[in-house]
């Protein structure tokens, strides 16, 4: 791995971690081209750098996370269900991140829901995080849940819960990204557990390699203030379609390159 492909990733990942397009599918698909996806050290990179896009919504929003107890207790509970079916299914998600193709097909599922989702859930009631109960809290962590299929975006899939249950574009996506905070925060814990308890790397190299680790994390912190920032005023403007016409040609692109035996084939 060398320095400009810590750069590609890392504005990946901070560009596309809270944008309803997956950063799974994209850091896969990515490293997959550049031919780099099969090293173990790359696969800790994506892990670590997430920790640098978490930071960034604490950063923007931090006196949302000193405002009550409440809102800590809401995310404990949204964040349930990813925990229970995360640990009961890590085998098999960890065997669908391997390919390119379940990331192409859900790429383009979800891009067609992105399509119709404005005009499925046009009557908010909800504008803002202090009016959503424990029970709302729970039904978005369950369809936060799908996202654990590589390309369906965790943010599409929290942001879509949230609107089905009335919270407006901006407060269903702002939601997401606080939801985003323990959930990804306890994921890159585990992943980087897993790493250690397994020896997947060893100490040598990961010592020789933690430039890279820092470079990619603050890159990714830098992004992803950029890209939140500017995700919730396109949001609140625009809507989710462009996110749909995205999702669809990239899928089908995917889907061209997979099956013309590219290098994504043998991911």
């Known amino acids: ?76 509970i949204g964040v349930i269900p990813a925990v229970i079916f995360g640990l009961l299914l890590k085998k098999k998600i960890d065997m669908l991140l391997e390919s390119p193709l379940v990331v192409a097909i859900a790429f383009v599922a979800g891009g067609v829901i992105l ?29 936060q849940c799908l996202a654990m299929i590589p390309g369906v975006s965790r943010s599409a899939a929290s942001i879509v819960g949230g609107m089905s249950q009335k919270l407006s574009r901006k407060a269903a996506a702002e939601f997401s990204f606080f939801l985003a905070v323990p959930t990804m925060f306890g994921a890159t814990l585990k992943d980087l557990y897993d790493f250690y308890k397994h020896g997947n790397i060893s100490a040598a190299d990961l010592h020789h390699d933690v430039k890279y680790l820092l470079i990619g994390s603050v890159i990714a912190f830098i992004v992803a203030l950029l890209a939140i920032k500017s995700f919730i005023t396109f949001l609140e403007q625009k809507g989710f379609k462009v996110f749909g016409y995205y999702r669809i040609l990239a899928g089908i692109i995917i889907i061209i390159l997979y099956y013309s035996g590219n290098t994504l084939h043998t991911i």
């Open 1 to 76: 791995m060398n320095i400009i492909q810590v750069i590609v990733l890392a504005i990946i990942e901070g560009l596309t971690e809270f944008l309803p397009v997956s950063s799974t599918g994209h850091m896969v698909i990515a490293s997959s081209l550049m031919g780099i996806s099969k090293y173990e050290f790359v696969k800790l990179f994506e892990i670590v750098i997430q920790l640098g896009a978490i930071l960034a919504v604490v950063v923007l929003y931090f006196k949302r996370f000193v405002r009550s107890i409440d809102f800590y207790v809401k995310l404990v």
């Open 115 to 143: 399509l119709f989702v404005d005009d499925w859930f046009n009557k908010p009631t909800v504008d803002d995080e202090k009016q959503i109960n424990h029970i709302t809290a729970l039904k978005i962590g369950f369809f």
